[in-house]
């Protein structure tokens, strides 16, 4: 069975604020603005960020060198609690039978 072939469940929304956790952007804090699920990774504002060599390919592209925001493994970022940091994420269901994403450490909604 390939990598691919399977079907991954993150716990990882678009728009989480999230602290990165390895790498050389330890620390850094920002948004996810995309979700990778096929490849297990993230995208995150202002965090991993490539210089890349951009050619204008119409009349209303820009060229030259622009900052690219690089995907990070989902292992190397934690969800960020408003009251107590960087924790885990964990579930419970409330009275209506929905699923809600509670902090490990305090127990409040993210």
Do not use: W, Y
Request: hydrophobic share 35%; glycine share 10%.
């Amino acid at each position: 069975m390939n990598v691919k072939d399977t079907k991954v469940h993150l716990k990882l929304r678009k728009g989480d604020r999230v602290r990165v956790l390895t790498g050389k952007d330890v620390g850094k804090e920002g948004a996810i603005t995309r979700v990778l699920p096929e490849s297990n990774r993230v995208i995150v504002d202002g965090v991993n960020i490539a210089k890349k060599h951009q050619r204008q390919t119409r009349a209303t592209m820009q060229a030259g060198i622009i900052d690219k925001d690089m995907p990070i493994p989902v292992s190397n970022v934690a969800v960020v609690c408003s009251t107590c940091g960087a924790t885990r994420v964990g579930f419970r269901f409330d009275d209506q039978g929905r699923k809600i994403r509670v902090c490990k450490k305090c127990g409040g909604d993210l």
